[in-house]
């Protein structure tokens, strides 16, 4: 009964520093997202995926990349990790006409 | 750009007090969401409200939908320790979802 799995939990990189947070859902829903959680600004979303296949922009996509590798996984990069990067992220799959499920996040700092 | 708006920001009451929760927007939505997130943890949906002027209760927790569709409201009757955490809100047009800047509530035993 896992639901929206996220690795690693927790990061700490060097500014310039590249990597990969990775996502995985066993629901076998069809939309996947990421988003940023920073202190008094709720969660912002920064790349969806409505469906295999395809990705597209939320509302804070400069310096990530994603990428949906199959139904089940999502991945989001830093390319080149900076300070305000420093944040906690969750995945969630669902949503359309479905609820959205959380992973428990990523709490990533950079140096 | 749409905005959801929550007040008030953080709230600390007595166990057996009620309170309110809201969230306003100057958009129309077709929909709305309700999240409690715990610490470490995701947020957890609670409700979802669709059609303007909807209610819906889950226990001792009351959500309404406002006529317009531009705003919702939460209210807790007699809150207990359980219900402390994080209430956010969501909307938005499908898959571009906008998550309101939450309410933290500690409620007191």
């Known amino acids: 009964n896992a639901g929206v799995t996220q690795t690693p939990k927790f990061q700490v990189l060097k500014t310039g520093q590249s990597m990969t947070l990775q996502c995985a859902q066993d629901?076998?829903?069809?939309?996947m997202y990421w988003y940023r959680q920073d202190p008094g600004m709720g969660l912002r979303l920064i790349y969806y995926?409505?469906?295999?296949?395809?990705?597209d922009k939320g509302e804070v996509p400069n310096g990530y990349n994603v990428s949906r590798l199959n139904k089940r996984e999502f991945s989001l990069r830093l390319e080149s990790a900076a300070p305000s990067q420093t944040s906690v992220y969750f995945c969630?799959?669902?949503?359309?006409?479905?609820?959205?499920?959380f992973g428990d996040g990523t709490r990533l700092s950079i140096l | 750009t749409q905005l959801l708006e929550q007040s008030p920001q953080f709230l600390s009451i007595q166990e057996g007090e009620n309170l309110t929760v809201y969230c306003n927007s100057s958009?129309?939505?077709?929909?709305l969401q309700w999240y409690r997130q715990e610490p470490g943890e995701g947020p957890v949906l609670l409700v979802t409200?669709?059609?303007?002027?909807e209610v819906k209760k889950l226990k001792r927790l009351t959500f309404q939908f406002g006529d317009a569709r531009k705003d919702s409201s939460l209210h807790i009757t007699a809150a207990q320790p359980g219900d402390t955490g994080l209430y956010l809100c969501?909307?938005?047009?499908?898959?571009?979802?906008?998550f309101g800047t939450g309410t933290r509530l500690k409620v007191l035993a």
């Open positions: 969630a799959s669902g949503g359309g006409n479905q609820p959205q499920h």
């Open positions: 629901m076998n829903h069809n939309s």
């Open positions: 995926s409505a469906s295999e296949g395809t990705t």
């Open positions: 958009s129309v939505f077709s929909s």
């Open positions: 409200v669709v059609t303007g002027g």
């Open positions: 969501a909307g938005g047009p499908t898959y571009k979802y906008i």
